[in-house]
């Protein structure tokens, strides 16, 4: 498995329509996405700019992504241009995508000491807690670390 991510800039007048499609999308679209190994899209927004992470599961990312491309329904879908093809002066008033370099990842394994004698650990402390024990309003296991307030009082990591 392979995890993606872009960054996305749709002009305002047509943010909702694009958002409306993507987090709904119809039947064809869903399976072609699905057939080339896309799985467990995910939208974040950021003033105008969204982000969209996704997961591959083939093996051959770049023969997918142009199969994609390739579909007659995939065009509306799709934003074709690329940031680095959109004149600076013009970043605002086209659509385009880049892709984000990934630096990293951490957390790939448990850190969790194997002693199971300690009482309750840390790992069954975080498993209660995502669980929703410890939550008292729902929306709030949906989207953890966001708030209107500029994130002011989420956690950064």
Same mark, same amino acid.
């Given at each position: #498995?392979?995890?993606?991510?872009? +960054?996305?800039?749709?002009?305002?007048?047509?943010r909702e329509a694009? #958002?409306?499609a993507h987090l709904n999308p119809s039947e064809r679209v869903a399976q072609i996405l699905w057939i080339h190994g896309i799985r467990n899209q995910c939208f974040y &927004? =950021?003033?105008?700019v969204l982000l969209l992470c996704f997961e591959? +599961?083939?093996k051959h990312f770049y023969e997918d992504m142009a199969a994609i491309? &390739?579909?007659?329904? #995939?065009?509306?879908?799709l934003v074709q241009t690329r940031r680095r093809d959109v004149p600076a002066d013009?970043? =605002?008033?086209?659509?385009?995508? &880049?892709? =984000?370099?990934?630096l990293g990842s951490t =957390?790939?394994?448990?850190?969790?000491p194997d002693d199971e004698d300690e009482g309750f650990t840390l790992e069954e402390q975080y498993r209660s807690m995502i669980s929703g024990e410890m939550v008292q309003n729902i929306a709030?296991?949906?989207?953890?670390s966001f708030d209107e307030d500029d994130w002011s009082e989420s956690i950064h990591i």
């Amino acid at each position: #498995m392979r995890r993606v991510a872009e +960054v996305i800039y749709v002009v305002p007048e047509e943010r909702e329509a694009y #958002m409306n499609a993507h987090l709904n999308p119809s039947e064809r679209v869903a399976q072609i996405l699905w057939i080339h190994g896309i799985r467990n899209q995910c939208f974040y &927004a =950021l003033n105008d700019v969204l982000l969209l992470c996704f997961e591959y +599961v083939g093996k051959h990312f770049y023969e997918d992504m142009a199969a994609i491309a &390739a579909y007659p329904e #995939m065009k509306d879908y799709l934003v074709q241009t690329r940031r680095r093809d959109v004149p600076a002066d013009q970043q =605002l008033t086209t659509n385009w995508w &880049a892709p =984000l370099k990934r630096l990293g990842s951490t =957390l790939t394994e448990s850190p969790m000491p194997d002693d199971e004698d300690e009482g309750f650990t840390l790992e069954e402390q975080y498993r209660s807690m995502i669980s929703g024990e410890m939550v008292q309003n729902i929306a709030a296991t949906n989207d953890i670390s966001f708030d209107e307030d500029d994130w002011s009082e989420s956690i950064h990591i």
